[in-house]
């Protein structure tokens, strides 16, 4: 637990090893939830102990690896999620990795206020001051985790080199709308027992652990009501994140129909739509987003894996759908790739 903005969070770190290796992926042991937002998993009573041979005190200074810091979703979701998809991935490719629990979610404390999207930012920079990193950072974040990103890049712009977001946007009136709406529905019938049991027909024991989990969080919490009115950046303020961003989408997702509006208002921005994903791509195509991320974080911001080069699982494969191969014209632009899904009840 590492204590940030008066708040205990559970925090997760894994160093790479010493001879950096992008392997296979793991099997995940996630289960994915598409109707209570945002992608969640089954969460285990005590997660492994992750053994580090860094000292999170001696900051960015102390090893040559780069970070990437794994921000989850709201509501259901938790650090688990990164943990059982990407984050040994990214460990094994020559990355540290920071994981942790929002707070109010998973093993993090839960305080009965302190919601906003200022509050969950200011989270952000807390702990890594309090983990002495001082070097820039890649913000990874699924669902809501990735307007966490956007909003600390927006405020600390010195602080971010890169951005990946799936399944998410900016901090933008309509993004945040949706999100309002599915956090009063949650709000509203997962405190309830008749209405989790409706929800759970067919659905397994995994799904009303997490469901009675949320409802409880929601109840003890002031999330439902204080998110939704955070003030939020400015178009202008979100245009100035010129650090390069990779956004993923599920095509069968309803978040893909604000695809076009990130790609114009951020700069460096490039796209890519996973036919057949909903909105838990993380834990339903982790093998596909790894070999996504790892292409782009080597093409788009200059991080090789280090240790022996590994071209074969590094490349992003012609038959990965949606990936448009950056060119020299390209890496300053937008690029869309994939069929839109028809419309979607939001």
Known sequence: MVQANGVDLHVELLDPPAEPNPGPLPGSAAEPNPDVLPAAVAVPEHLPTVGTGADPGRGAGAT??????????????????????????LADSGRRVVMYDLRGHGHSERPPTGYTLGDLVDDLAALLAALDIAGPVHLFGNSFGGTIAYAYAARH???????????????????????ARRLERAADLLPRPAAVAALAAGRGAAFVRRARATGEMLAATTLARELPSSPLPSAAQLNTIGVPVLCVYGADSAVVELAGEVTRLLPRVRTVVLPGGRHTILVDQPEKLRR??????????????????????DHIPQEVPGWTPPSPAGRSSSATAGAAPPSFPT
């Open 64 to 89: 040559a690896a780069p970070t990437v810091v794994l921000i989850h979703g709201l509501a259901s979701d938790s650090l688990a999620s990164w943990y059982f998809t990407l984050a040994k991935p």
């Open 157 to 179: 712009p010195d602080r971010v080199a890169g951005i990946v977001a799936v399944e998410s946007a900016p901090p933008t009136p309509a993004w945040m709308g949706r999100v």
């Open 292 to 313: 996504l991320v790892l292409s782009w974080l080597r093409e788009e911001c200059g991080v090789a894996p280090t240790g022996p080069a590994h071209p074969h699982r």
